[in-house]
């Protein structure tokens, strides 16, 4: 699924801090229902209830996207 209609990017904007390469930013999205969704490692840090999954992301990127709501 690579379709990203009805989400908004609040990170990654590609300000060349290393962590980016081709369209694999760590990012934050928000979606059209209020909701986020998070693009990033994909972790092994415990295993989750079936159909969800687990990411990491660095910290500078949730802290981009708490700046972009304005919270």
């Not at 840090?45 to 700046?67: H, K, M, S, Y």
Request: charged share 25%.
């Amino acid at each position: 699924m690579s379709e990203r209609a009805g989400l908004t990017r609040l990170t990654g904007n590609g300000n060349g801090n290393g962590e980016c390469g081709q369209g694999d930013c760590p990012n934050v999205y928000r979606t059209d229902k209020g909701t986020f969704v998070v693009q990033g490692e994909v972790s092994d840090a415990f295993t989750p209830p079936q159909g969800e999954g687990l990411v990491e992301i660095p910290e500078n990127v949730l802290r981009e996207a708490v700046r972009a709501l304005g919270w």
